[in-house]
């Protein structure tokens, strides 16, 4: 993970590797900025949507036991999400490098859709 300090907090920089290992602890909320139609198509298992266009920050949840990490489709929204969050008064905030393709470049498990039928189907890479 890599961190850089702004004026008013701190953005973190995590691989798709690091998201994956605290999604399946437990330990992040993963929240997708893209919009609901590419959110429907295909997304990781597990993640909440706030697509970034209607995004207030306010209604996300605490950081209290649980971090925060945005993603989209390349890391360029969830990067301006994450600036949105640190000028709404968040401290510190997170969001995955590359985004979703990324994430299947790097062969993680999704959810996408089964074309012959529309039914969400999990791709194991």
Not at 31 to 49: K, Q
Not at 60 to 80: A, E, Y
Not at 87 to 113: C, N, Q, S
Request: aromatic content about 8%; glycine content about 12%.
């Amino acid at each position: 993970m890599k961190s850089e300090e702004l004026n008013n907090g701190i953005v973190e920089t995590w691989t798709p590797e690091e998201v994956a290992a605290a999604l399946n602890a437990g330990e992040i909320v993963l929240i997708d900025v893209r919009t609901p139609a590419e959110y429907a198509f295909e997304h990781i298992e597990g993640s909440l949507l706030s697509p970034m266009a209607f995004t207030d920050p306010k209604n996300f949840p605490t950081q209290d036991g649980k971090r925060i990490v945005l993603h989209c489709g390349s890391g360029i929204r969830s990067g301006r999400v994450a600036d949105m969050c640190l000028g709404a008064g968040f401290g510190r905030i997170a969001h995955m490098e590359g985004g979703f393709g990324a994430w299947k470049a790097a062969a993680l498990p999704y959810i996408a859709t089964d074309m012959a039928t529309g039914a969400p189907k999990r791709m194991v890479p």
